[in-house]
């Protein structure tokens, strides 16, 4: 069976293009790594921080008995639904149903480690 040269140039093309593009997504898998936080990058990020920071203070002003009702009332003036994690995923307050599991890890993850000097068993007075 003999194909015409025609097919074989556009056989080849999406050969190559289809190569170029597997090439693409895994360098931009790898190396840029695109996820969920790369959706968080650049001038969003920028709103995101500054709104949290502004929680933080309203947080360490008030009783945490307070706390649910300001993150109702800075939902509504950010047009967005706010929940408010422990560090272990844990709630504490919000109207965000349970966050799907790979948020969950990364809450969980992105938590503080203790190393081997920050154990208090290690600690030693001289």
Known sequence: M????????LLWFFLNLAFLGAAAWIFARVQLRFGLDSLLAGPVNDRLQTM???LARQFAERPPAEWPGILESSAASYHV?????????????????TPPPEVLRKIIDARPREGPRDR???????
């Open 81 to 97: 639904q706010l929940a408010l994690y422990r560090n272990d995923g844990q709630p504490l307050a919000g109207t965000v149903p």
């Open 2 to 9: 003999r194909f015409p040269i025609s097919a074989k140039i």
């Open 52 to 54: 949290g920071e502004v």
């Open 120 to 126: 208090p068993e290690d600690r030693r007075v001289s």
